[in-house]
């Protein structure tokens, strides 16, 4: 997996994208509810949280794994929608992703998929591959209602199947780094030359780490069980480590992807750094 592949990856994790489903729109998912009382714990769940914007018999349905703060903010977005148009009705469907990605691909076979989904650019190749998506060209982007420059090339490449766009980019956020310039200033560190190798990287996390009574990591007396400060905050490590890969020259597979990298020399190198 190249450098480039990896970002594409990574922003799709969180770049959710708006797929069209390639058969006739059926009914919805069936609920909780109808389940008989037997399968009613099964059912619970694997059953999805509708939501339901504007009013009609045949509203637009999309099934999505948006929880938390996305799936909230998503909700916001649909009401917005729903309140300037409201001859149009939306049936917002939340599935866990392990649910979305079995009940996705079997709707679509038995002819009864949702107007619309979303899921990541990560598996628009075999979704597109397998039948199971819809070419968005001549519905928005050939007309020229969506500009395909508005958005980032690296994405649009990565949900062309084809020479077919097959998705329009719904939301994507890069993997950046944020520094507190007052706690590095605190351990007399200069915030404008930040670490630029491993070496520096530990060594501004031993002088910046204070326990509670002030005590740096790299000095005597420091309290390792009464931390005030820390150097890192450790985020997804599906990302983190596989940038330290790629710092280290490796990755996870080659960039012909015919071998696997994850027991070489450099890719042990990276993961022990993390290890230490």
Known sequence: MSRRQFLVNSAAVSALLALSACAPSGAGADTAAEAPAADAAAADADAPAIGTFGESDNPIVIWHGLGGADGATFATML?????????????SETYGWDVFFQK????????????????????????????LMQSMDDIFFTS???PKDDFAKAIMDAITYEG?????????????????????SDAGLD?????????????????????TSGKHAN???????NIAVFALHQSWPRFT???TLFQYQSGTISRDQTTALLDS??????IQFWHD
């Open 79 to 91: 009401q917005q929608y729903s309140d300037e148009n409201p001859d149009i009705a939306i049936q």
């Open 104 to 131: 996705y691909p079997t709707a679509v076979a038995a002819g009864t998929p949702p107007d619309w989904a979303i899921f990541h650019a990560a598996e628009v190749q075999q979704m597109a591959s397998q039948g």
């Open 144 to 146: 020229g209602e969506l």
């Open 164 to 184: 077919n766009t097959m998705a329009i980019p719904f939301d994507n956020h890069g993997w950046v780094q944020y520094v507190n310039t007052k706690v590095i």
């Open 191 to 211: 915030p404008n030359a930040l670490p630029t190798n491993a070496t520096e990287f530990v060594e501004w996390a031993l002088q910046v780490t204070t326990d």
């Open 219 to 225: 000095e005597d007396g420091f309290d390792p069980d």
């Open 241 to 243: 480590i596989p940038s």
């Open 265 to 270: 020399e450099e890719s042990t190198a990276a």
